[in-house]
């Protein structure tokens, strides 16, 4: 079972996948129904020596003990990068929120920007850390706790001007090490926590300063940075070299989300063998799309 079914097996409801009929639930002896009454109030009673809460595996965020993600984590197949380490079945490892500084006139426009900017971050001259990009406006959960409580605020987009917005910049720029800084205090971490429209890190106090001045309307618009397992990145390392993510339309979010090229189809029908095959980052629904070499 790979990581991915194991987290949808773990979202869905008990009981839900029962293969015992209701009228055989509904005809238990008389005997069978006391020692069920006996199990239902003995489960009133919590036993102490059992632990209630754990840590979610990924983002180390509080969770109940009979799970082993948060609910975050689970739906976008999130993994922490000790299991990227030790496991050929993880996908992606949480590496932390970035921001986009963008230009923008109104809230859609600025989201528009940074959704593009997350997209042009994944190209090889880019951040060689930062694998895959999400913008916050593209999860269907709240981010993790462990991601938000390190920030003021995570919305999908904030003018820099708005008092959340001056939080959130001045948090940022607290967090990045600057280029001109003497002494490095995060020990080889990865501190870029800025990127401009291009997808470019920004680690120049001057020109981080010089963008804010020349643009009449800034935004920030946050994202959360992903790394892929090592064993994923030698698999498809054949691959950077041609754009293998894109937008494209969901049929099942019903939506453009971030896409990633699969393979070539490779069935029987002439109709359909080598059609590009992708697959949605959200839901994992497959579709044929358009061929990822056409734009070389």
Known sequence: MTKRNSNYEELRPVGEATHVPDDKLSNNSDEESSQQRLDAVATRYPNE???TESKCSSCGASIPARRTKC???LVN?????DAGQSSSDTEWILLHVVHFVV???TFDSAVAKGTAAAGLLMKADRDSAVDDCQPISEFKEEPASQLADKWPSLPEAVRTTS????????TARERTEWQDTT???HDGEHTTFLYDESGRGIQNKDHFETLLEDADDVWLVPAVALQQSVEETMADSHQRERPNRRHLKCRECDRDTRHRFLDFETVPDDEWSGQPMWECDICSTPRYGPNPEADQ
Do not use: V
């Open 49 to 51: 020596t059992i632990a």
């Open 71 to 73: 609910r975050f984590c």
């Open 77 to 81: 197949h999130l993994d922490s990068s």
């Open 103 to 105: 230009e923008a006139s």
């Open 163 to 170: 008092n959340s917005g001056r939080q959130l910049l001045k």
């Open 183 to 185: 002494q490095s205090r």
